[in-house]
């Protein structure tokens, strides 16, 4: 097959043909007709991620259709157009049988444990635990949008900030984290303050719901500035992108009681970032993690966009053909594009 596959870190991959992968026995192997292309593919090509063995082929936002079902596999059959949860469980865990999949003690990636979706077939281990069906109403690239960035902001949202209509919501960073968490927070009643450092961000921001929008290099202290638009700090903010600053930014612009929600990945530089601990304790503020989401958590999210209250299409700002992902993962970190970028044709 054909695939996207780097021998060494921080080193500009390459598009070659390289063997396809072997069916798991209680998995599948899946012909990718859409992947992402997201900032933790990037973190991984950097050499942040101590689970990939190299040489590796990255991606881990992919939708296709089913080509070869495992011996093992009940609940599935070749031709199921179908989505996988970034975070795959092993299904038998004491963590897995409390519902969280998504922090599974065994937890497997493709693009980060294995062989990943920037190729023409990727095999999904456990598939009755970690298989998502699509509505046939649904394209693989909107499929394939919400994987990573879109599911994971949907939980952060949903049920780690439990949002609720009329509140105040900021969000820090609006890549495609940010931007899925202004939708559905829109979505559902919310008034969001959306933060970046470039204006066409925050006009896409604005078009997918918020209703303050914060150019961070233009305010000199961007968490008081958030408590003046809200009237005395937000409910719930959300760092998205995953740095120093916009986490330190997030929890100090939290009203009392308020909740911090970390989305975005602190790694290499950004590991450690300080933390306002004076203002949780005064304030009796939460810090929560949301770290993806599980499979049998999709179908609340699709229906609503089915119901077209969230409509993820609109993040895609670009599809790029496989050859192309090379220039645009070496080139994450200058942050040159808004929006989704999609790996359509391969």
């Known amino acids: 097959m054909k695939a996207l596959i780097f021998e060494s870190f921080k080193q500009t991959p390459q598009v070659t043909h390289v063997p396809d992968p072997q069916i798991p026995k209680e998995g599948v192997i899946v012909e990718v007709k859409a992947t992402g292309l997201c900032r933790s593919d990037w973190h991984g090509w950097m050499g942040h991620d101590a689970d990939i063995h190299l040489p590796h082929v990255p991606g881990h936002e992919f939708a296709g259709i089913i080509q070869e079902v495992g011996k093992g596999v009940k609940n599935w059959k070749v031709g199921d157009r179908v989505t996988v949860p970034f975070v795959c469980a092993c299904g038998t865990c004491p963590t897995c049988k409390s519902g969280n999949q998504q922090i599974c003690d065994r937890q497997f990636q493709p693009g980060f444990t294995h062989w990943g ?74 008034k969001v303050i959306a933060v970046d450092i470039q204006e066409e961000a925050l006009t896409l921001a604005k078009q997918v719901g918020a209703v303050h929008l914060v150019n961070a290099t233009k305010i000199e202290d961007v968490a008081a500035y958030i408590q003046d638009l809200s009237q005395g700090g937000v409910q719930v903010s959300v760092d998205a992108l995953g740095s120093k ?51 049998h958590a999709y179908p609340d999210m699709l229906q609503l966009i089915l119901a077209g209250k969230m409509n993820p299409e609109k993040l895609i700002k670009k599809r790029i053909r496989l050859e192309e992902a090379v220039s645009a993962l070496c080139q994450m970190d200058q942050f040159e594009e808004t929006g989704m970028v999609m790996i359509d044709r391969f």
């Open 245 to 295: 600053i916009t986490c330190y930014q997030s929890i100090a612009c939290l009203a009392k009681r308020g909740k911090h929600i970390q989305i975005g990945l602190l790694a290499g530089k950004e590991a450690n970032p300080s933390i306002p601990m004076h203002l949780v304790i005064a304030k009796e503020l939460e810090i929560i993690g949301s770290h993806g989401m599980q499979a």
């Open 117 to 190: 979706s920037f190729a023409q077939y990727v095999a999904v281990h456990r598939a009755d635990t970690n298989l998502v069906k699509l509505p046939d109403s649904l394209g693989f690239d909107v499929a394939a949008s919400l994987g990573c960035r879109f599911a994971t902001s949907f939980r952060g949202i949903v049920a780690q900030g439990k949002v609720k209509e009329g509140q105040w919501v900021a969000i820090h960073g609006c890549g495609g984290v940010g931007l899925s968490a202004v939708m559905i927070a829109t979505a559902l009643g919310a």
